[in-house]
């Protein structure tokens, strides 16, 4: 079994087909998330809660739109019998279909948490919260990361969705969590950035369980029976 | 000289349905005709010999190299449309033409566009607004303007109104001068595999139950009308695929004909009356009706 691909300029192009496929659909959620960085940074706490909102709400949006029109709508709308018939072998897919995914996502994400981050550390804002952003994101991540990498080696429309769902309703518990958390939450309104060893450990974590989920995806897919 | 496809052994089970043995073998140039109702193992055949799915048992050679180890080899010198294969909805056919022209550099843009003007096709539209037909000819668009080695197409006329059906016969038709091209060509429409085939395999309930070059198919064949009782004793004689007792006229089915057919059946006590060619449909329905039977 090889877990790599085969040809790293065929997986570019794969990446490079999918961007322009979703490209327009992801520009109408960056002008979105624009829009709600925008409101954060009008400084009242009732737009600065309602642009955060906005901006959690469409990085999970943009999240479940990636995988779902271009991995779960690709098997539907049987576009992957094209892509299969291209000289590629199953993991160039794999890899193509994961990269161009994490592209798709990471655009807005960056984006969002570049925004929040010079919000934070630019303006009178306490950068203590520093940490607590970074683990917020870190967890969108990996429930994206996650999602993705079932969506791609399992072929159930229903198991994508209710994996993804689950994911979806942990997040306000892992906010609500991580807040009450004595070593993050006592720096949260002061300026000092502080990487608690419970942050530290938690962030770890979430970049184990995005490896993890990658490593078991391209295990299952290089096992695959069918492509198709 | 080294066969299009080879296959030799190979097996493949689903839960429902099951790939027998099947030892197949394409010499290269040629047209192969896969005739099968639906179910009977065709898409799961071409499938196996893009790589798409891994045999369970057996060996599959396709352009003299193993499958799936150098599929992406293959595939570079292979074409395959199939009729569950669908294009990009929202990108238009021209943005397709340069994604397979960035892939394969032997793409003949000159060509593509004589396509296009012959499949009567607009470059700039949007899949999504293509009719079937369409989008059946830009698939065939893409894969003929890359000249591959290897062309397998899994019911490519399969839902075509009769003009598209036409011109996608025509363009196949063109294709086929070229003498070092082989094509492995799937349908339950008999019609179309009449057309274009140099050799025709009938595929039913996963296994391969008759194989062979056109010309002989329809030479063996024959539909015998006798006056007289038809008996186990002709039912027994060599190749009788089907006998039809109608009295007082006999109808017999097969396929074996030759010049000791007709003496064999008047030895028997039956006073031939007509004898008939069969078209391919017939061959193939006897020839079914003959394996389910067995």
């Given at each position: 079994?090889?877990?790599?691909?085969?040809?790293a300029?065929?997986?570019?192009k794969l990446i490079?087909?999918?961007?322009?496929v979703?490209?327009?659909?992801?520009?109408?959620?960056v002008?979105?998330l624009?829009?709600?960085?925008?409101?954060?940074?009008?400084?009242t706490?009732?737009?600065?809660?309602?642009?955060?909102?906005?901006?959690l709400?469409?990085?999970?949006?943009v999240?479940?739109?990636?995988?779902?029109?271009?991995?779960?709508?690709?098997?539907?709308?049987?576009?992957?019998?094209?892509?299969?018939?291209?000289?590629?072998t199953p993991?160039?897919?794999?890899?193509g279909?994961?990269?161009?995914n994490?592209?798709?996502?990471l655009?807005p994400f960056?984006?969002v948490?570049?925004?929040?981050?010079?919000l934070?550390l630019t303006t009178?804002r306490?950068?203590?919260?520093?940490?607590?952003?970074?683990l917020?994101?870190?967890?969108?991540l990996?429930?994206?990361c996650v999602?993705?990498?079932?969506?791609?080696?399992?072929?159930s429309?229903g198991?994508?969705?209710f994996?993804?769902?689950?994911?979806?309703?942990?997040?306000?518990?892992?906010?609500?969590?991580?807040?009450?958390?004595?070593?993050?939450?006592?720096?949260?309104?002061t300026?000092q950035i502080v990487?608690?060893?419970?942050?530290?450990?938690i962030?770890?974590?979430?970049?184990a369980?995005?490896?993890?989920?990658?490593?078991?995806a391209?295990?299952?897919h290089?096992?695959?029976?069918?492509?198709? | 000289?080294?066969?299009?496809?080879?296959?030799?052994?190979?097996?493949?089970?689903?839960?429902?349905?099951a790939?027998?043995?099947?030892?197949?073998e394409?010499?290269?140039?040629?047209?192969?005709?896969?005739?099968?109702?639906n179910?009977?193992?065709?898409?799961t055949?071409?499938?196996?010999?893009m790589g798409?799915?891994?045999?369970?048992?057996?060996?599959?050679?396709?352009?003299?190299?193993?499958?799936?180890?150098?599929?992406?080899?293959?595939?570079r010198?292979?074409?395959?449309?199939?009729?569950?294969?669908?294009?990009y909805r929202g990108?238009?056919?021209?943005?397709?033409?340069?994604?397979?022209?960035?892939?394969y550099?032997v793409w003949?843009?000159?060509?593509a566009?004589?396509?296009?003007?012959?499949?009567?096709?607009?470059?700039?539209?949007?899949?999504g607004?293509?009719s079937?037909?369409?989008r059946?000819?830009?698939v065939l668009?893409?894969?003929?303007a890359?000249?591959p080695?290897?062309?397998?197409?899994?019911?490519?006329?399969?839902?075509l109104?009769?003009?598209?059906r036409?011109?996608?016969l025509?363009?196949?038709a063109?294709?086929?001068?070229?003498?070092e091209?082989?094509?492995?060509?799937?349908?339950?429409?008999?019609?179309d595999?009449?057309?274009?085939?140099?050799s025709?395999?009938?595929?039913h309930?996963?296994?391969?139950v008759?194989?062979?070059d056109k010309?002989?198919f329809?030479?063996?064949?024959?539909?015998?009308?006798?006056r007289?009782?038809?008996s186990d004793?002709?039912?027994r004689?060599?190749?009788?695929?089907?006998v039809r007792?109608?009295?007082?006229l006999?109808?017999i089915?097969?396929?074996?004909?030759?010049?000791?057919?007709?003496p064999?059946?008047?030895?028997?006590?039956?006073?031939?009356?007509k004898v008939?060619?069969?078209?391919?449909?017939d061959?193939?329905?006897?020839t079914?009706?003959?394996?389910?039977?067995?």
């Open positions: 079994m090889n877990w790599l691909a085969s040809d300029e065929m997986v570019r490079a087909k999918d961007w322009q979703y490209q327009k659909q992801l520009a109408g959620y002008g979105g624009l829009l709600a960085l925008g409101l954060v940074g009008m400084g706490p009732l737009l600065s809660a309602a642009g955060t909102l906005l901006l709400v469409l990085l999970i949006v999240g479940s739109y990636a995988i779902q029109s271009s991995v779960m709508a690709e098997r539907k709308q049987q576009t992957q019998p094209f892509v299969m018939s291209l000289p590629v993991m160039d897919v794999f890899w279909k994961l990269l161009a994490l592209a798709i996502y655009v960056l984006l948490v570049g925004g929040l981050l010079a934070v009178a306490p950068d203590g919260t520093v940490p607590w952003i970074a917020v994101a870190m967890f969108l990996a429930n994206f999602s993705l990498c079932v969506a791609i080696a399992v072929d429309e198991w994508n969705i994996t993804m769902l689950v994911l979806m309703t942990l997040i306000g518990p892992f906010i609500y969590g991580i807040g009450r958390l004595d070593s993050i939450a006592r720096h949260l309104q300026d990487w608690s060893p419970a942050a530290l450990g962030l770890a974590g979430e970049l369980v995005i490896l993890i989920a990658i490593l078991i391209g295990w299952v290089a096992r695959k029976p069918s492509f198709l | 000289m080294t066969p299009a496809i080879a296959l030799a052994g190979v097996r493949k089970q689903y839960d429902d349905f790939l027998h043995d099947i030892d197949l394409l010499p290269a140039g040629q047209v192969m005709g896969l005739v099968g109702v179910g009977a193992g065709k898409s055949l071409l499938r196996l010999l798409l799915v891994r045999a369970d048992g057996g060996v599959v050679e396709v352009l003299g190299q193993r499958l799936p180890q150098a599929q992406v080899a293959v595939k010198e292979i074409g395959h449309a199939s009729d569950d294969m669908r294009l990108q238009s056919l021209r943005w397709h033409m340069d994604f397979i022209r960035g892939i550099p003949d843009e000159a060509y566009q004589d396509l296009l003007r012959r499949f009567d096709l607009r470059p700039q539209q949007a899949l607004g293509f079937h037909g369409q059946v000819k830009a668009l893409l894969i003929f890359r000249h080695r290897l062309l397998l197409l899994d019911e490519p006329t399969t839902g109104d009769p003009v598209a036409g011109e996608v025509d363009a196949l063109e294709v086929l001068r070229d003498e091209r082989s094509i492995l060509f799937s349908s339950h429409n008999t019609a595999i009449e057309q274009v085939a140099d025709i395999t009938f595929l309930g996963g296994r391969i008759a194989s062979g010309e002989s329809l030479d063996r064949w024959r539909r015998v009308l006798c007289g009782t038809s004793a002709v039912r004689l060599p190749g009788v695929a089907s007792d109608g009295a007082p006999v109808e089915k097969t396929g074996a004909f030759d010049d000791t057919t007709l064999a059946l008047q030895a028997l006590g039956l006073t031939v009356e008939e060619p069969m078209s391919l449909e061959i193939f329905v006897t079914v009706r003959g394996s389910n039977n067995a």
